[in-house]
């Protein structure tokens, strides 16, 4: 039997990076796609899912299927200049929002 598990990986505990972290606002530290569940400025103990579907804002030319970047708290289309990338459209963006699968 495997004695090195550690968890699941749905969740890991981070310092906040530069500019903070708001909770329920989808963000990529490094190259870690991430959701935070808390708030908190640069350096504060933030707990970040790191799977899941979330409703985000996101543009209006994203639909279903398709990968999404993120740029200031918001998904755009992959290969937005500035923008990093975080999951797949799950649905077309409506009312401003869209479904997205966190993707490592």
Same mark, same amino acid.
């Given at each position: 039997? *495997?004695?090195?598990?550690?968890?699941?990986?749905?969740?890991?505990? =981070?310092?906040?990076?530069?500019?903070?972290?708001?909770?329920?606002? @989808?963000?990529? &530290?490094?190259?870690?796609?991430?959701?935070?569940?808390?708030?908190?400025?640069?350096?504060?103990? &933030? #707990?970040?899912?790191?799977?899941?579907?979330?409703? #985000? @804002?996101?543009?209006? *030319? =994203? /639909?279903?299927?398709?990968?999404?970047?993120? /740029?200031?708290?918001?998904?755009?289309?992959?290969?937005?200049?500035?923008?990093?990338?975080?999951?797949?459209?799950?649905?077309?963006?409506?009312?401003?929002?869209?479904? #997205? =699968? &966190? #993707?490592?």
């Amino acid at each position: 039997m *495997a004695t090195n598990y550690v968890s699941t990986g749905e969740t890991t505990t =981070l310092p906040a990076p530069t500019g903070g972290s708001a909770a329920g606002v @989808p963000q990529v &530290i490094n190259d870690l796609a991430v959701m935070p569940m808390g708030t908190g400025p640069k350096g504060t103990m &933030i #707990v970040y899912r790191t799977s899941g579907n979330w409703s #985000v @804002p996101a543009d209006a *030319a =994203l /639909k279903a299927g398709m990968n999404a970047s993120v /740029k200031a708290g918001a998904l755009v289309p992959a290969g937005t200049a500035d923008s990093a990338p975080y999951g797949k459209l799950l649905a077309d963006t409506v009312g401003g929002y869209a479904e #997205v =699968l &966190i #993707v490592q």
